[in-house]
T-cell receptor, first 115, second 114 residues
């Protein structure tokens, strides 16, 4: 079974600094998709960034970028120029195109941004 | 209303009560999901519906009964729950078959079982 591991339950960063959140996953598949979701204290989960496993180029969305290491099964999220609004729970997630719409989540990392 | 809405936002119920959670999506999606979010645990997928048909039941106890009357609405009927069922219940929707497509989440229903 696929599993997603986020080894950092909590992280903190100073405003304007850079922080990296770790995620590893376990799968025997070669084709799959990876996501980072953000859940602010208001609880509505939103997508931050996504990565297709067949793409070697790391995805980037403004201040958010990933470091995707397929061989190592690692998918870390880098947040540059951190802002107070980045404070949230961040969840790493995995899905494989098997016909089942099953998104597998990690336990999450709580990010605190200090002013 | 836009996106995915859920009602009620908060629910307190006794173990003998029967209640229902409602989810509605206004995005034209054809897949809908129920997740359970408990403290210090990963989000747990409970049910998946594609085109109103249930395609995934992740070994959920029968005291949780989903219903999907159409592609826009999803219900979770609750009866004889246990205190350990207290959690945040999240609904989500997406375009079925497009695995790279994001799932859009509702704000959740905070359920407390006394």
């Amino acid at each position: 079974a696929q599993t997603v591991t986020q080894s950092q339950p909590e992280m903190s960063v100073q405003e304007a600094e850079t922080v990296t959140l770790s995620c590893t996953y376990d799968t025997s598949e070669s084709d799959y998709y990876l996501f980072w979701y953000k859940q602010p204290p208001s609880r509505q989960m939103i997508l931050v960034i996504r990565q297709e496993a067949y793409k070697q180029q790391n995805a980037t969305e403004n201040r958010f970028s990933v470091n995707f290491q397929k061989a190592a099964k690692s998918f870390s999220l880098k947040i540059s120029d951190s802002q107070l609004g980045d404070a949230a729970m961040y969840f790493c997630a995995y899905i494989r195109p098997s016909g089942s719409e099953k998104l597998v989540f990690g336990k999450g990392t709580k990010l605190t941004v200090n002013p | 209303e836009t996106g995915v809405t859920q009602t009620p936002r908060h629910l307190v119920m006794g173990m003998t009560n029967k209640k229902s959670l409602k989810c509605e999506q206004h995005l034209g999606h054809n897949a809908m999901y129920w997740y359970k979010q408990s403290a210090k645990k990963p989000l747990e997928l409970m049910f998946v519906y594609n085109f109103k048909e249930q395609t995934e039941n992740n070994s959920v106890p029968s005291r949780f009964s989903p219903e999907c009357p159409n592609s826009s609405h999803l219900f979770l009927h609750l009866h004889t729950l246990q205190p350990e069922d207290s959690a945040l219940y999240l609904c989500a929707s997406s375009q079925a078959g497009d695995f790279n497509n994001e799932q859009f989440f509702g704000p959740g229903t905070r359920l407390t079982v006394l």
